[in-house]
């Protein structure tokens, strides 16, 4: 059973930073592939970055230069670390993991940016 879980969430100031970290347990090999996304004020759910099994990664422009997602293969745990934060990038952020048996989500970490 594939299991996904966020942390990290906060209340922070504009212009401050967060770590968000997702494990994924489970029998999903390694490296793993991880994607970001963020549910904003209008509810939809929006994709972040993400991080393919060969490191590659890519950001929506909104974050290109602020965010960046590593990984840590020996604790099965992506990172998603924000600098920079704008009022804007306020949400639930979640992590998915795509398998060829479906999509895993977590259940997602409330960032606040607000002044």
């Known amino acids: 059973q594939v299991q996904l879980e966020e942390s990290g969430g906060a209340l922070v100031q504009p212009g401050e930073s967060l770590r968000l970290a997702c494990v994924v347990s489970?029998?999903?090999?390694?490296?793993?592939?991880v994607a970001w996304y963020r549910r904003g004020v209008d509810k939809s759910r929006a994709w972040v970055g993400g991080i393919t099994t060969g490191g590659t990664t890519d950001y929506e422009d909104a974050v290109k230069g602020r965010f960046s997602i590593s990984r840590d293969n020996s604790k099965k745990t992506i990172y998603l670390q924000m600098n920079n934060l704008k009022p804007e990038d306020t949400g639930v952020y979640y992590c998915?993991?795509?398998?060829?048996?479906?999509?895993?989500w977590g259940q997602g970490t409330q960032v606040t940016v607000n002044s």
């Open positions: 489970g029998g999903s090999t390694i490296p793993l592939s």
């Open positions: 998915r993991h795509a398998r060829s048996d479906g999509d895993y």
